[in-house]
Nanobody
Framework: QVQLVESGGGLVQPGGSLRLSCAAS?????MGWYRQAPGKQRELVAA???????DYGDSVKGRFTISLDNANNTVYLQMNSLKPEDSAVYYC?????????????WGQGTQVTVSS
């Protein structure tokens, strides 16, 4: 089972920036970030394949950038122009192969709060 270690997050003012990172213990196929605000469903923020193809949720397009360091199995999420509605617990996600099937791993979550 792949282990994910998240870092980053915290409190930032509206319009500010934060960077999240997530390191996987083994090679992965896809890594990404999801978020969940109180009373809402978990939603995709951004994901990226090992080949470097990114995918973004509509609400973060143009503000967030996801990147992947394949050598270190680490994904980064640069969040700019943050808004109060970006406040949520952000979860790292990874899809990996066991050799005969694909499985999903989740990080423990990191809180992002955007407030003045």
């Amino acid at each position: 089972q792949v282990q994910l270690v998240e870092s980053g997050g915290g409190l930032v003012q509206p319009g500010g920036s934060l960077r999240l990172s997530c390191a996987a213990s083994e090679s992965i196929n896809t890594m990404g970030w999801y978020r969940q605000a109180p009373g809402k469903q978990r939603e995709l923020v951004a994901a990226i394949t090992r080949g470097g193809r990114p995918d973004y949720g509509d609400s973060v397009k143009g503000r967030f950038t996801i990147s992947l360091d394949n050598a270190n199995n680490t994904v980064y999420l640069q969040m700019n122009s943050l808004k109060p509605e970006d406040s949520a617990v952000y979860y790292c996600n990874a899809v990996f192969s066991t050799g005969y099937e694909f499985r999903t791993a989740w990080g423990q979550g990191t809180q992002v709060t955007v407030s003045s």
